[in-house]
């Protein structure tokens, strides 16, 4: 009974200790409020920050239905509709709770754990050798490093040891801080690949203020202040926290080194082969263009060497990993029968309405292929049962009336879709002519500034609007990509229905032009099922560059 109410007054220090910035240290360079800290040997840490999920209920909420991919990025980026779901609810009861390391787990957190020789034994890194003989600040910087150089085993029996070493019943100290569900404590675990891609795309604050569907949490022109990618790393790996963190406070989600996650890669997160382990994040050897919150790709985990013909562990110099608390889903006989009652209500109700309850983005398309799907049971039943035929061609009658109404809402929602993805294009081609306006101004203030240096300021100040513009035409192009994508989910004849519509008010030479583009990037999309900014770019400047209204 005492050792219970100790380690309760232990968990609820440690609880008012996470709500003030702990000091700095080489396990955690940036403190900041909110951080938790577990301990680990060694007097070594390791730091978590809490993200909040909405939605009180155990099962789903409206309000968890994210989306989660990029229609403009690459072809194992698919966008796709899931649930986020928190390990932890709120001690409020308002919401759920995702744990997800602060930093990339480095070298000197897998030394505290597995020992120095382990390292040595574990690491490709030809260089790693000489880590004993290092001291000072040398030795400071090299254990802050990210892990890396290891193998996807190495890092999960890290995971395991550290586990063991939290939960030593003769220690009940050391897991006080962990986060727990019933009074069960959590454990550590690589992060879900929807568990990452929440949080780097800004959590909930991102989903409240509408900017959870960006490619990224932060401004394009921010990236070097953020992320370590080749563009200013060059292949070489960096000690965590030495750039600025995002908005939920973590550092190096984008870049540095890519991310090991807990699932098996597949082409599609939900679906397709399984194959490695699924990676995210980008790295140093990552185009600052490229790193974006959907970017992921495939550890070959046991990686096939042609020139030798052997198989080997992978390790990668620019793959790490960045742990999470996780929690069983049954932790108790009580929480399991109060999911038991809570799954009534939610398969009667909300099921449906979440992704795992329907197949389908386009839920008017789906629900018109289903009615589609009754009319053979139909006339199958009035073959039947003759005497059911009045009954029968009266429910049939209905479907037919609903099949018309459904089709009406696919061709006013396409019809939508077109209108704002024309906007979408017209401001593009706009930006873009003026952008190549202004690349003749630059010019001559740019010959004028060699001359004398009174012009310099208006050279700057020139190349600051380009900037605006470039990041107005990104954002468009961006807007414009996902509706094309979401106009490419309907059926051609509504697309071209849609766009027919618009051309037929005769608008004005600009706009006429962008429904020619939008039609064939529609009908591109549609073939191949995925978005081509860089062509669509390319299309539109080809258009409009030296285009002139009137």
Not at 184 to 212: H, K, M, Q
Not at 339 to 361: M, N
Not at 438 to 444: P, V
Request: charged share 25%; with cysteine; glycine share 6%.
């Amino acid at each position: 009974m005492i050792t219970r109410l100790l380690l309760s007054l232990t968990l609820a220090l440690c609880m008012v200790l996470a709500e003030a910035a702990p000091p700095a240290t080489p396990y955690n360079p940036r403190p900041a409020e909110g951080d938790l800290v577990l301990p680990m040997p060694d007097e070594a840490e390791m730091v978590f920050r809490a993200v909040s999920v909405p939605g009180a209920g155990f099962w789903a909420d409206q309000d968890r239905t994210i989306q989660i991919g990029d229609a403009t990025g690459g072809i194992f980026e698919g966008l796709q509709r899931t649930q986020i779901s928190g390990s932890f609810p709120k001690i409020d009861g308002s919401g759920w709770l995702i744990y997800l390391a602060k930093y990339e787990l480095t070298r000197g957190q897998f030394i505290a754990v597995m020992g120095m020789d382990a390292l040595l034994a574990a690491s490709g890194d030809p260089d790693i050798q000489s880590l004993p003989q290092l001291q000072g600040r040398a030795l400071r910087e090299a254990l802050m490093q990210p892990l890396a150089f290891v193998s996807y085993h190495d890092v999960t029996e890290f995971i395991r040891r550290y586990n063991r070493w939290l939960f030593d019943p003769d220690h009940p100290e050391r897991m006080a801080a962990l986060p727990r569900i019933d009074s069960a404590p959590g454990f550590l675990r690589l992060p879900t690949e929807e568990e990452w891609e929440y949080v780097a795309r800004g959590g909930l604050p991102a989903l409240t203020s509408g900017t959870f569907n960006d490619p990224l949490p932060i401004s394009p022109r921010q990236i070097n202040e953020h992320a370590w990618h080749l563009g200013n790393a060059r292949h070489q790996t960096r000690p965590v926290g030495l750039r600025a963190a995002d908005n939920l406070g973590f550092h190096d989600l984008f870049g540095n080194v890519q991310e090991m996650t807990a699932g098996l890669f597949r082409p599609e997160i939900w679906q397709g082969k399984p194959g490695g382990v699924a990676v995210r994040g980008g790295s140093v050897s990552t185009p600052a263009t490229d790193l974006r919150s959907a970017l992921r790709a495939e550890l070959d985990v046991y990686a096939w060497d042609g020139d030798s013909e052997r198989v080997r562990e992978r390790r990668s110099f620019n793959t790490g990993a960045r742990l999470a608390i996780g929690a069983n889903v049954v932790v108790s006989s009580a929480q399991r029968s109060r999911i038991e009652q809570e799954y009534e209500a939610y398969r009667a109700e909300l099921r449906r309405s979440t992704p795992v309850g329907r197949t389908l983005d386009n839920r008017v398309a789906q629900a018109a292929g289903q009615i589609s799907d009754a009319d053979p049971i139909i006339e199958r039943l009035i073959e039947q049962n003759p005497h059911l035929r009045e009954s029968l061609a009266a429910v049939q009658a209905l479907t037919v009336n609903a099949r018309e109404q459904l089709e009406l809402a696919q061709r006013e929602a396409a019809r939508s879709l077109a209108q704002d993805a024309a906007r979408n294009g017209v401001n593009l081609s706009v930006y873009l002519s003026r952008l190549a306006r202004l690349a003749g101004t630059l010019d001559n203030a740019r010959r004028l500034a060699e001359i004398s240096t009174r012009y310099q300021e208006q050279v700057q100040a020139v190349e600051r609007s380009m900037a605006d513009l470039n990041e107005a035409v990104a954002m468009q192009l961006q807007a414009y990509g996902e509706k094309v994508a979401s106009l490419g989910d309907y059926p051609p004849e509504h697309m071209s229905m849609a766009i027919d519509f618009l051309a037929e008010r005769q608008p004005p030479r600009r706009e006429s032009m962008v429904l020619e583009l939008l039609r064939a990037h529609t009908e591109t999309f549609f073939e191949q099922r995925r978005a081509d900014p860089d062509t669509w770019l390319n299309d539109f400047k080809s258009s409009f560059t030296d285009f002139v209204d009137g």
